[in-house]
Protein backbone atom coordinates (compact mmCIF):
# COMPACT_ATOMS: atom_id res chain seq x y z
CA UNK A 1 0.00 0.00 0.00
CA UNK A 2 1.30 3.62 -1.17
CA UNK A 3 -0.37 5.84 1.49
CA UNK A 4 0.13 9.37 0.66
CA UNK A 5 -0.71 11.96 3.55
CA UNK A 6 -0.74 15.55 3.13
CA UNK A 7 -2.20 17.98 5.83
CA UNK A 8 -2.23 22.06 6.31
CA UNK A 9 -1.05 21.51 9.81
CA UNK A 10 1.52 19.04 11.25
CA UNK A 11 2.81 20.73 14.23
CA UNK A 12 1.06 17.96 16.06
CA UNK A 13 0.31 14.52 15.35
CA UNK A 14 0.23 12.32 18.55
CA UNK A 15 1.69 15.73 20.89
CA UNK A 16 0.77 15.81 24.08
CA UNK A 17 -0.66 19.00 24.37
CA UNK A 18 -2.62 18.15 21.01
CA UNK A 19 -5.84 17.05 22.20
CA UNK A 20 -8.47 19.27 20.43
CA UNK A 21 -10.64 18.39 17.12
CA UNK A 22 -7.66 19.22 15.39
CA UNK A 23 -5.42 16.86 16.90
CA UNK A 24 -7.87 14.13 16.91
CA UNK A 25 -8.69 14.11 13.25
CA UNK A 26 -4.52 14.27 12.10
CA UNK A 27 -3.52 11.73 14.53
CA UNK A 28 -6.36 9.32 12.17
CA UNK A 29 -5.42 10.92 9.03
CA UNK A 30 -1.69 9.59 10.13
CA UNK A 31 -2.11 6.67 10.93
CA UNK A 32 -4.41 5.59 8.32
CA UNK A 33 -1.84 6.56 5.96
CA UNK A 34 0.94 4.60 7.92
CA UNK A 35 -0.99 1.19 8.87
CA UNK A 36 -2.62 -0.71 5.41
CA UNK A 37 -4.60 -2.94 8.02
CA UNK A 38 -6.56 0.45 9.72
CA UNK A 39 -6.86 1.79 6.20
CA UNK A 40 -8.49 -1.19 4.73
CA UNK A 41 -10.53 -1.79 7.74
CA UNK A 42 -11.73 1.55 8.14
CA UNK A 43 -12.69 1.75 4.19
CA UNK A 44 -14.46 -1.91 4.24
CA UNK A 45 -16.60 -0.46 7.98
CA UNK A 46 -17.53 2.80 5.97
CA UNK A 47 -18.84 0.87 2.89
CA UNK A 48 -19.84 -2.24 3.47
CA UNK A 49 -17.51 -4.31 1.35
CA UNK A 50 -13.59 -4.63 0.69
CA UNK A 51 -12.05 -1.78 -1.14
CA UNK A 52 -8.53 -1.64 -2.63
CA UNK A 53 -6.67 1.12 -0.30
CA UNK A 54 -3.22 0.00 -2.10
CA UNK A 55 -3.22 3.83 -3.35
CA UNK A 56 -4.81 5.27 -0.47
CA UNK A 57 -4.82 9.07 -0.42
CA UNK A 58 -5.52 10.77 2.88
CA UNK A 59 -5.86 14.67 2.79
CA UNK A 60 -6.33 16.59 6.19
CA UNK A 61 -7.87 20.54 5.87
CA UNK A 62 -8.42 20.28 1.99
CA UNK A 63 -9.58 23.32 0.41
CA UNK A 64 -11.59 23.46 -3.00
CA UNK A 65 -12.42 27.65 -3.72
CA UNK A 66 -16.01 27.97 -3.71
CA UNK A 67 -16.91 24.27 -2.48
CA UNK A 68 -17.61 24.52 1.34
CA UNK A 69 -14.37 25.56 2.47
CA UNK A 70 -11.96 23.20 4.89
CA UNK A 71 -12.75 19.71 4.97
CA UNK A 72 -11.57 17.38 7.87
CA UNK A 73 -10.11 14.30 6.58
CA UNK A 74 -10.77 13.48 3.05
CA UNK A 75 -10.35 9.64 1.83
CA UNK A 76 -9.63 8.84 -2.06
CA UNK A 77 -8.36 5.65 -3.61
CA UNK A 78 -8.50 6.65 -7.42
CA UNK A 79 -11.73 5.98 -8.88
CA UNK A 80 -12.28 3.17 -6.80
CA UNK A 81 -13.41 5.35 -3.25
CA UNK A 82 -13.75 9.28 -2.23
CA UNK A 83 -15.04 9.82 1.27
CA UNK A 84 -14.94 12.99 3.28
CA UNK A 85 -15.30 12.57 7.36
CA UNK A 86 -16.24 15.68 9.62
CA UNK A 87 -14.99 15.35 12.89
CA UNK A 88 -16.41 17.49 15.21
CA UNK A 89 -16.06 18.21 19.31
CA UNK A 90 -18.71 16.40 21.57
CA UNK A 91 -21.70 15.25 20.74
CA UNK A 92 -22.57 17.69 18.35
CA UNK A 93 -23.47 16.23 14.16
CA UNK A 94 -22.53 18.23 10.99
CA UNK A 95 -25.44 20.28 9.51
CA UNK A 96 -27.26 18.96 6.59
CA UNK A 97 -26.46 22.06 5.08
CA UNK A 98 -22.70 21.64 5.67
CA UNK A 99 -22.64 18.25 4.53
CA UNK A 100 -24.18 19.72 0.89
CA UNK A 101 -21.45 21.73 0.40
CA UNK A 102 -19.13 18.64 0.95
CA UNK A 103 -21.14 16.71 -1.53
CA UNK A 104 -19.95 19.34 -4.26
CA UNK A 105 -16.93 17.64 -4.47
CA UNK A 106 -17.51 14.10 -4.72
CA UNK A 107 -18.45 12.89 -8.12
CA UNK A 108 -20.03 9.32 -8.58
CA UNK A 109 -18.46 9.68 -12.33
CA UNK A 110 -15.40 9.57 -11.06
CA UNK A 111 -15.35 7.71 -7.61
CA UNK A 112 -17.15 3.92 -7.68
CA UNK A 113 -17.86 4.23 -4.06
CA UNK A 114 -18.77 8.08 -2.10
CA UNK A 115 -19.57 8.43 1.36
CA UNK A 116 -19.93 11.54 3.53
CA UNK A 117 -19.19 10.83 6.97
CA UNK A 118 -20.02 12.32 10.86
CA UNK A 119 -17.53 11.60 13.58
CA UNK A 120 -18.71 12.77 16.72
CA UNK A 121 -18.73 11.54 20.34
CA UNK A 122 -22.07 10.56 19.66
CA UNK A 123 -23.36 7.25 19.56
CA UNK A 124 -24.75 6.08 16.06
CA UNK A 125 -27.70 4.56 17.50
CA UNK A 126 -28.33 8.06 18.31
CA UNK A 127 -27.78 10.45 15.22
CA UNK A 128 -30.61 10.40 12.30
CA UNK A 129 -29.23 11.90 8.76
CA UNK A 130 -30.22 11.58 5.92
CA UNK A 131 -29.55 7.87 3.54
CA UNK A 132 -28.04 10.37 1.21
CA UNK A 133 -27.62 14.09 0.65
CA UNK A 134 -27.07 15.69 -2.79
CA UNK A 135 -27.03 12.41 -3.87
CA UNK A 136 -24.28 11.09 -1.50
CA UNK A 137 -24.68 8.01 0.89
CA UNK A 138 -24.39 9.20 4.02
CA UNK A 139 -22.96 7.52 7.69
CA UNK A 140 -22.15 8.17 11.23
CA UNK A 141 -19.20 6.88 13.23
CA UNK A 142 -18.10 7.42 16.96
CA UNK A 143 -15.09 7.93 18.33
CA UNK A 144 -15.31 5.06 20.17
CA UNK A 145 -15.83 3.11 17.19
CA UNK A 146 -12.34 4.63 15.95
CA UNK A 147 -10.76 3.17 18.81
CA UNK A 148 -12.50 0.23 18.78
CA UNK A 149 -11.68 -0.81 15.49
CA UNK A 150 -7.60 0.53 15.94
CA UNK A 151 -7.36 -1.96 18.73
CA UNK A 152 -8.88 -4.87 16.18
CA UNK A 153 -6.52 -3.87 13.89
CA UNK A 154 -3.75 -4.23 16.05
CA UNK A 155 -4.81 -7.05 17.29
CA UNK A 156 -4.27 -8.87 13.41
CA UNK A 157 -1.21 -6.94 12.61
CA UNK A 158 2.30 -8.27 12.28
CA UNK A 159 3.67 -5.72 11.65
CA UNK A 160 5.65 -4.07 14.72
CA UNK A 161 5.33 0.01 13.03
CA UNK A 162 1.60 -0.54 12.35
CA UNK A 163 1.05 -1.76 16.03
CA UNK A 164 2.85 1.06 17.32
CA UNK A 165 0.84 3.71 15.17
CA UNK A 166 -2.35 2.12 16.54
CA UNK A 167 -1.63 1.80 19.85
CA UNK A 168 -0.69 5.26 19.90
CA UNK A 169 -3.99 6.09 18.08
CA UNK A 170 -5.97 4.33 20.19
CA UNK A 171 -4.47 6.15 23.40
CA UNK A 172 -4.58 9.74 21.90
CA UNK A 173 -7.80 9.53 21.40
CA UNK A 174 -8.81 7.90 24.38
CA UNK A 175 -7.55 11.23 26.09
CA UNK A 176 -9.93 13.00 23.01
CA UNK A 177 -12.99 11.54 24.28
CA UNK A 178 -12.28 12.31 28.09
CA UNK A 179 -11.44 16.56 26.54
CA UNK A 180 -13.83 17.28 29.45
CA UNK A 181 -11.54 17.72 32.17
CA UNK A 182 -12.93 16.16 35.59
CA UNK A 183 -11.13 18.64 38.05
CA UNK A 184 -12.43 21.70 36.06
CA UNK A 185 -14.63 24.25 38.68
CA UNK A 186 -16.87 25.64 36.23
CA UNK A 187 -20.39 25.96 36.94
CA UNK A 188 -23.12 25.47 34.54
CA UNK A 189 -25.84 27.68 35.88
CA UNK A 190 -29.39 27.17 34.82
CA UNK A 191 -32.99 29.41 35.42
CA UNK A 192 -35.38 27.00 36.46
CA UNK A 193 -38.86 27.97 36.10
CA UNK A 194 -41.77 27.06 37.86
CA UNK A 195 -43.79 26.46 34.57
CA UNK A 196 -44.98 22.71 34.46
CA UNK A 197 -43.06 20.43 31.60
CA UNK A 198 -46.08 18.73 30.84
CA UNK A 199 -49.37 20.85 31.13
CA UNK A 200 -51.65 19.63 33.54
CA UNK A 201 -49.23 16.72 35.19
CA UNK A 202 -48.32 19.68 38.18
CA UNK A 203 -44.63 18.80 37.91
CA UNK A 204 -42.04 21.69 37.04
CA UNK A 205 -38.71 21.70 36.22
CA UNK A 206 -37.51 22.52 40.05
CA UNK A 207 -39.09 19.32 41.13
CA UNK A 208 -36.20 17.51 38.92
CA UNK A 209 -33.74 19.79 40.29
CA UNK A 210 -34.98 18.71 43.64
CA UNK A 211 -35.88 15.60 43.41
CA UNK A 212 -34.10 11.93 44.92
CA UNK A 213 -31.78 11.97 43.87
CA UNK A 214 -31.49 15.22 41.69
CA UNK A 215 -31.18 15.87 38.10
CA UNK A 216 -31.34 17.69 35.22
CA UNK A 217 -31.10 17.53 31.52
CA UNK A 218 -30.68 19.72 28.16
CA UNK A 219 -30.57 19.06 24.47
CA UNK A 220 -26.93 17.55 23.14
CA UNK A 221 -25.54 21.11 21.67
CA UNK A 222 -25.88 22.76 18.42
CA UNK A 223 -25.85 25.61 16.48
CA UNK A 224 -29.28 26.96 17.42
CA UNK A 225 -30.67 29.22 19.98
CA UNK A 226 -30.13 28.44 22.98
CA UNK A 227 -26.74 27.05 22.69
CA UNK A 228 -26.89 24.17 25.30
CA UNK A 229 -23.49 23.05 26.02
CA UNK A 230 -21.84 20.16 23.37
CA UNK A 231 -20.32 18.30 26.38
CA UNK A 232 -21.24 17.26 29.64
CA UNK A 233 -20.18 19.53 32.04
CA UNK A 234 -19.15 18.94 35.76
CA UNK A 235 -21.09 21.45 38.04
CA UNK A 236 -24.82 22.15 37.26
CA UNK A 237 -25.92 25.18 39.36
CA UNK A 238 -29.47 26.05 39.47
CA UNK A 239 -31.11 29.44 39.88
CA UNK A 240 -34.82 30.34 40.43
CA UNK A 241 -36.64 32.38 42.86
CA UNK A 242 -34.16 35.41 41.98
CA UNK A 243 -31.35 33.70 43.64
CA UNK A 244 -28.60 30.77 43.04
CA UNK A 245 -30.79 27.87 45.39
CA UNK A 246 -27.95 25.07 45.10
CA UNK A 247 -24.56 23.67 43.14
CA UNK A 248 -24.15 19.99 42.22
CA UNK A 249 -21.45 17.98 41.20
CA UNK A 250 -21.95 15.73 37.85
CA UNK A 251 -21.64 11.98 39.44
CA UNK A 252 -23.35 9.97 36.05
CA UNK A 253 -24.45 11.58 32.69
CA UNK A 254 -26.69 9.56 30.24
CA UNK A 255 -27.23 10.38 26.49
CA UNK A 256 -30.97 9.61 25.81
CA UNK A 257 -33.61 10.24 23.22
CA UNK A 258 -37.04 9.67 24.76
CA UNK A 259 -37.15 11.29 28.40
CA UNK A 260 -40.62 10.03 29.09
CA UNK A 261 -40.17 6.54 28.85
CA UNK A 262 -38.13 7.16 32.26
CA UNK A 263 -40.03 9.27 33.63
CA UNK A 264 -44.02 10.16 32.33
CA UNK A 265 -43.33 13.69 33.91
CA UNK A 266 -40.40 14.31 31.37
CA UNK A 267 -40.76 15.43 27.79
CA UNK A 268 -41.60 13.30 24.50
CA UNK A 269 -38.60 13.74 22.44
CA UNK A 270 -36.63 12.54 19.41
CA UNK A 271 -33.73 14.39 19.49
CA UNK A 272 -30.39 13.00 21.97
CA UNK A 273 -30.49 14.82 25.65
CA UNK A 274 -28.13 14.67 28.27
CA UNK A 275 -29.10 13.22 31.53
CA UNK A 276 -27.28 14.07 34.55
CA UNK A 277 -27.66 12.48 37.70
CA UNK A 278 -26.16 15.25 40.89
CA UNK A 279 -24.89 14.86 44.00
CA UNK A 280 -25.87 16.65 47.26
CA UNK A 281 -26.73 19.81 47.15
CA UNK A 282 -23.92 22.63 48.03
CA UNK A 283 -25.81 25.95 48.99
CA UNK A 284 -24.23 29.24 48.71
CA UNK A 285 -22.97 31.16 51.62
CA UNK A 286 -24.32 34.17 51.47
CA UNK A 287 -27.90 34.86 49.60
CA UNK A 288 -26.41 35.32 45.54
CA UNK A 289 -28.90 37.11 43.48
CA UNK A 290 -29.30 37.57 39.75
CA UNK A 291 -27.97 41.15 39.36
CA UNK A 292 -28.07 43.93 36.72
CA UNK A 293 -28.40 42.57 33.35
CA UNK A 294 -28.94 38.59 34.03
CA UNK A 295 -32.09 38.09 32.31
CA UNK A 296 -33.96 35.37 33.33
CA UNK A 297 -34.14 32.82 31.10
CA UNK A 298 -30.23 32.64 30.55
CA UNK A 299 -27.57 30.01 31.57
CA UNK A 300 -24.25 30.97 32.34
CA UNK A 301 -20.85 30.01 33.48
CA UNK A 302 -19.37 30.61 36.61
CA UNK A 303 -16.11 29.30 38.73
CA UNK A 304 -17.49 27.05 41.48
CA UNK A 305 -16.24 29.50 44.69
CA UNK A 306 -18.04 32.56 42.45
CA UNK A 307 -20.91 30.71 43.48
CA UNK A 308 -20.51 29.39 46.72
CA UNK A 309 -17.65 31.59 48.69
CA UNK A 310 -19.77 34.21 49.88
CA UNK A 311 -17.55 36.88 48.40
CA UNK A 312 -19.62 38.06 45.59
CA UNK A 313 -22.98 38.86 45.76
CA UNK A 314 -24.98 38.14 42.58
CA UNK A 315 -24.34 36.44 39.48
CA UNK A 316 -23.19 39.43 37.68
CA UNK A 317 -20.54 40.01 40.41
CA UNK A 318 -19.53 35.71 39.66
CA UNK A 319 -19.77 36.19 36.03
CA UNK A 320 -17.24 39.14 35.92
CA UNK A 321 -14.51 37.50 38.16
CA UNK A 322 -14.69 34.36 36.03
CA UNK A 323 -14.06 36.49 32.94
CA UNK A 324 -11.61 38.10 34.89
CA UNK A 325 -9.80 35.04 35.44
CA UNK A 326 -10.25 33.91 31.68
CA UNK A 327 -8.85 36.69 30.62
CA UNK A 328 -5.69 36.40 33.03
CA UNK A 329 -5.19 32.85 31.55
CA UNK A 330 -5.66 33.55 28.08
CA UNK A 331 -8.91 31.33 27.65
CA UNK A 332 -10.82 33.99 26.89
CA UNK A 333 -10.45 34.18 22.74
CA UNK A 334 -14.25 32.91 22.41
CA UNK A 335 -17.63 32.89 23.47
CA UNK A 336 -17.65 30.38 26.42
CA UNK A 337 -20.87 29.09 25.11
CA UNK A 338 -18.92 27.81 22.20
CA UNK A 339 -16.28 26.16 23.81
CA UNK A 340 -18.75 24.37 25.50
Not at 30 to 45: G, I, K, M, N, V
Not at 62 to 88: M, N, Q, V, Y
Not at 231 to 239: C, D, L, S, T
Not at 299 to 317: F, I, K, M, N, Q
Request: net charge positive; aromatic share 10%.
Amino acid sequence: MKAFWRSRELSTVFGASGIDENSATAALGWTLAQSPTFARALLEDLFGEQVDASELRVDMQRHEPGAGGFTDLELRTGSECHAIIEAKVGWVIPTESQFRLYAERIDPKVSRLTKLVSLTAMNRRFVKLPPKLAGVPTTHRSWEDIVRLAAQCRAKTRQAVERLWLEQLGNHLERYMQMQDILSSIVYLVPLGTKEIIEGRGYTWIDVATGDPPQYFHPVGGPTYPRFPKVPQNYIGFRYHGKVQSVHFVEKVDVLVNLNRLNKNWPVGQDPVFLYTLGPAMTPAKKVRSGRNIWPTDSHYCALDTLLSGRYETVADAIAETNRRRRLMRLDESDPLEQQ
